[in-house]
């Protein structure tokens, strides 16, 4: 098998490579929210992105460093793994270290894997990777939740004087990125890369929610994603405000995300968390989210010296 390796070319790559994920949803962490990853701006640089490709132009496999997430995504067909994944895994080394000290470098890089993708996890081990599951303290796994469709979704309504209603477009853009770097303290959302979010051809509008205030603030969001050719519906992502965390505004939030979902016709919904017993992991459970995979965090560091 001749292959060809490039790197991101255009609009139409991003699209091919979410087809690739949604050939093999099994084997994969993140398909139906692709649009939201792929809209990121790790990718205004083509080089985070490479694509391998047959000599019939086939994709094979596509891989990302995901800045904003410290994760690289990696998809690969599960025929050509064997060969191809220990090299993608050395393309991702090569480009991580290129990339230190640039505004798309970071002192470590994060992979996530299925605890049953043994192949995968001795290519991880053999490249260097570490799993984060039983390292103390900073231990970390993750899981991802299915919801049953068979029970309808409980609504929780907003206390009285608040709101719940689709993002008011492009134009409530900057006021959602101000929410979700407070909510996740961080500043790795960015105006261009939810405005990317809201082009997309798979965005609803109807499922980008915001809770708002008396005063107007926006105080919860929730992001639902849904392809209607599968039926997946996917949580991505969810946050409340400090201030109104009193107000279970998150609560609040998914619940109508939940039911857009079921009215749209989903037959499975999804959800990625941490896997230890915190707030996030609570709420999805009192949702009647389980768990249908263990997700195990692999690392590798990349510090200077």
């Known amino acids: 098998m001749i292959k060809v390796q490039r790197s991101l070319s255009n609009e139409a790559d991003k699209y091919r490579m979410s087809a690739l994920a949604g050939q093999f949803p099994a084997g994969n962490l993140h398909v139906t929210d692709l649009p939201y990853r792929l809209s990121s701006w790790a990718l205004d640089d083509p080089d985070n992105v490479s694509l391998?490709?047959?000599e019939n132009q086939r994709l094979l496999a596509w891989a990302v460093l995901q800045t904003p997430f410290w994760t690289i995504d990696v998809v690969c067909h599960p025929d050509a793994e064997p060969d191809?994944?220990?090299?993608?895994?050395?393309?991702?080394?090569?480009?991580?270290?290129?990339l230190r000290n640039t505004a798309f470098g970071l002192?470590?890089?994060?992979i996530d894997v299925f605890s049953g993708q043994t192949r995968r996890i001795q290519d991880l081990e053999a490249a260097g990777f570490a799993c984060q599951s039983d390292v103390g303290e900073d231990s970390w796994s993750k899981v991802l939740?299915?919801?049953?469709?068979?029970?309808?979704?409980r609504v929780y309504n907003p206390p009285p004087?608040?709101?719940?209603?689709?993002?008011?477009?492009?134009?409530?853009?900057?006021a959602y990125v101000g929410l979700h770097q407070a909510v996740f303290e961080s500043r790795n959302m960015r105006v261009d890369w939810r405005m990317r979010t809201l082009q997309h051809p798979d965005y609803r509008p109807e499922l980008d929610l915001v809770v708002?205030?008396?005063?107007?603030?926006?105080?919860?969001?929730?992001i639902c994603w849904f392809d209607a050719l599968s039926r997946v519906g996917r949580v991505e992502p969810l946050g409340c405000h400090k201030d109104f965390r009193c107000h279970a505004l998150g609560r609040v939030a998914l619940s109508h995300g939940l039911q857009r979902l079921q009215s749209l016709g989903a037959q499975s919904l999804l959800v990625e968390t941490d896997n230890y017993r915190n707030t996030a992991f609570q709420l999805y459970?009192?949702?009647g989210f389980q768990v249908i995979q263990n997700v195990l965090v692999y690392r590798k560091e990349y510090r200077d010296g």
């Not at 191809?84 to 290129?98: K, N, S, T, V």
């Not at 719940?164 to 853009?173: M, Y």
């Open 161 to 174: 004087g608040f709101l719940v209603r689709p993002l008011a477009g492009e134009s409530e853009v900057p």
């Open 212 to 222: 708002v205030s008396p005063d107007g603030r926006l105080g919860a969001f929730c």
């Open 145 to 153: 939740m299915q919801r049953s469709i068979q029970t309808p979704v």
């Open 52 to 54: 391998w490709l047959d």
């Open 285 to 287: 459970e009192s949702f």
């Open 84 to 98: 191809l994944h220990p090299e993608i895994l050395a393309w991702a080394d090569r480009r991580a270290r290129m």
């Open 107 to 110: 002192p470590a890089w994060f």
